[in-house]
């Protein structure tokens, strides 16, 4: 008959007696030093061992909840760190960018510059940069260069030979305020300001990476970038027969691309390896178009005063819209898609860093303006 050394048995018990830290005792009725019962046969030792092993399971679960409930994890405040960040980013924008000769042109450039715009893309590309083992002074200059040409890409997007818009961050937008010619100007400036800036103010790490996200930046928003998104939607207007496709490349450049540019710029100044930057570059791509497909959304069912911006333009314009090409309802399954899938890019990082990437994601697909 098959039997069991009951000195190991008893030694097993002891460690998950440890574990559970538990007065019951399965072998308490057995005189365990009699040399006698040193072996006993399996069929007696089993049931007694399966009986232990789910007390012991039991307990052990009860005590973890106790824990856990004892010292809950901490919940990620996602407020306080956009607020934390955003008024870092605004204190280095408002260095940056400061009054001088010729004050008008630094005004123009201030006046869209500074105002009460949500960051998220500088707070993107500061994100990637921790998350991969940098810090937020390494990445700070390539934010700033961020908003300044997101910034630049709106005071030309509202110009009356592009989208001709007169609201813009709650306030009249720039050609409004300083006339068609400065704000262009303004624009030309912030572009080119942007890359001096990135250029002379990143330090603390080797200049090959700054070459390449410079080279990164640059792609970004030119003819294959942000540019070329903008001539197509541009080219689009009226067309009666545009295909999911061709409007997933005007987002996917027009909004998305300086979005993927943050991210990616952050991952490759903290450090990130080709596989992270891959990662995250596809995570980037992932909410740059969830960003749109929401934006869509809200032009249609959000007013003026709650987005801060003309509602119902693109309508007006006969533009192609998710909403108008897919409907309201695919359109919101659309953005549930893609929300999935950029949270599953983060799945292999460390989640405790990954934690603004993905709340920022949920902020992104639930945005109300």
Do not use: W
């Not at 989208?163 to 100007?185: I, M, Q, S, W, Y």
């Not at 067309?239 to 999911?244: D, F, I, M, Q, R």
Request: aromatic content about 6%; proline content about 5%.
């Amino acid at each position: 008959m098959s039997s069991v050394n009951l000195g190991t048995l008893v030694h097993g018990y002891t460690i998950f007696n440890l574990t559970a830290r538990s007065k019951f005792h399965p072998f308490k009725k057995i005189p365990v030093a009699s040399p006698k019962l040193r072996r006993l046969p399996m069929p007696f030792v089993v049931p007694r061992l399966n009986r232990f092993l789910s007390v012991s399971a039991v307990l052990t679960k009860q005590e973890t909840l106790q824990e856990e409930e004892e010292n809950p994890k901490p919940v990620f405040d996602f407020k306080s760190y956009m607020l934390q960040k955003a008024n870092s980013v605004n204190q280095a924008l408002d260095a940056a960018v400061s009054i001088r000769d010729p004050p008008k042109i630094h005004e123009a450039m201030r006046y869209s510059l500074i105002a009460a715009g949500k960051r998220v893309r500088p707070v993107l590309c500061i994100a990637a940069c921790e998350l991969v083992g940098g810090n937020e002074s390494i990445a700070m200059p390539a934010a700033c260069a961020i908003e300044m040409i997101h910034t630049m890409s709106l005071i030309h997007d509202d110009l009356p030979c592009m989208d001709n818009d007169d609201l813009r961050r709650g306030k009249p937008t720039n050609h409004k305020v300083f006339g068609e010619d400065v704000a262009v100007l303004a624009g030309d400036a912030l572009l080119a300001f942007a890359f001096e800036h990135m250029a002379v103010s990143t330090v603390g790490i080797p200049p090959s990476r700054v070459v390449k996200v410079v080279g990164e930046l640059a792609k970004s928003i030119g003819s294959e970038g942000l540019v070329a998104g903008q001539v197509v939607d541009l080219n689009s207007e009226g067309l009666k027969e545009v295909g999911l496709d061709h409007l997933e490349f005007i987002h996917q450049h027009k909004t998305a691309a300086l979005l993927e540019a943050a991210v990616v710029l952050g991952a490759i100044l903290g450090g990130g390896s080709d596989d992270e930057v891959e990662k995250l570059r596809t995570f980037a791509r992932c909410i740059g178009l969830l960003f749109q497909v929401v934006d869509d959304i809200l032009d249609v069912t959000k007013s003026s005063q709650e987005l801060g911006k003309t509602a119902g333009k693109d309508l007006v314009a006969d533009k192609v819209t998710y909403p108008k090409l897919l409907g309201i309802e695919k359109s919101r399954e659309l953005a549930d898609k893609l929300h999935k899938d950029a949270q599953q890019q983060l799945s292999g990082f460390d989640q405790e860093k990954a934690a603004p990437l993905i709340a920022l994601a949920n902020y992104i697909a639930n945005r109300q303006n």
